[in-house]
Nanobody, 128 residues
Framework: QVQLVESGGGLVQAGDSLRLSCATS????????MGWFRQAPGKDREFVAA????????YYAASVKGRFTISRDNAKNTLFLQMNSLKPDDAAVYYC?????????????????????WGQGTQVTVSS
């Protein structure tokens, strides 16, 4: 099983920034397409951003496009989510996800059904 550990969440004011990290001990990290989802209390888990295994392609939910940036450092086996201009409705538990690929992949994946591996999440709270 792939182990994913999120960090970087916290309490911030509206308009502030945070950078989330997702670390893995998986030595073949570059073989995985990755994503971020979030879930607020009482709501369904929703897609935030995704990145291809090579890092060459990315896709964002409309609600975060222009404010969030997903990136990865395959040499350090780490995924990032830079979140700028945070809003109160960004508050949620943020989850890192992974999908193993078996070929040279430039595809991004955006649904819950795509991802078999999940971290435990990190809490982001945004006050107005």
């Amino acid at each position: 099983q792939v182990q994913l550990v999120e960090s970087g969440g916290g309490l911030v004011q509206a308009g502030d920034s945070l950078r989330l990290s997702c670390a893995t001990s998986e030595r073949t990290f570059s073989d995985y397409a990755m994503g971020w989802f979030r879930q607020a209390p009482g709501k369904d888990r929703e897609f935030v951003a995704a990145i291809s295994a090579s890092g060459g392609a990315a896709y964002y939910a409309a609600s975060v496009k222009g404010r969030f940036t997903i990136s990865r450092d395959n040499a350090k086996n780490t995924l990032f989510l830079q979140m700028n201009s945070l809003k109160p409705d960004d508050a949620a538990v943020y989850y890192c996800t992974a999908k193993r690929i078996s070929y040279s992949d430039t595809v991004v994946y955006t649904t819950l059904y795509d991802y078999p591996y999940w971290g435990q999440g990190t809490q982001v709270t945004v006050s107005s």
